[in-house]
């Protein structure tokens, strides 16, 4: 996943230069990180987690590290749905940016 997030960090860097808004990689890399989460989430339930995750001795940790998947679940989402608004023209930032090119010229 390390190397899936730098390869998604390059396509948002090219960003810059490129001027297409489909993020392809970012998408699938951000459905990928969710599912994993989620995946993780269920094995810290199971006895099976006691082996994958073995820093967990209590269950106070073991909700802290569901909170921490949750919320990176919840980032993902944030993330493909603010990948959505601008690949539809919806974001807060498209009518000054619009504006900004018109006026530029």
């Keep these: 996943m390390t190397i899936y997030s730098g390869i998604a960090s390059i396509e948002q860097l090219t960003k810059m230069h490129n001027r297409?808004?489909?993020v392809p990689i970012s998408k699938v890399y951000l459905e990928v990180q969710a599912a994993l989460n989620l995946l993780f989430i269920i094995l810290t339930f199971l006895p099976?987690?006691?082996y994958l995750f073995p820093f967990i001795e209590n269950q106070s940790i073991m909700f802290f590290m569901t909170t921490l998947f949750l919320a990176g679940i919840l980032l993902c989402v944030w993330s493909?749905?603010?990948i959505h608004q601008i690949m539809n023209d919806q974001d807060r930032y498209h009518k000054v940016i619009e504006t900004f090119k018109k006026h530029q010229q």
Excluded: Q
């Design 20 to 22: 297409k808004r489909e």
């Design 48 to 50: 099976l987690g006691k």
């Design 80 to 82: 493909e749905y603010r």
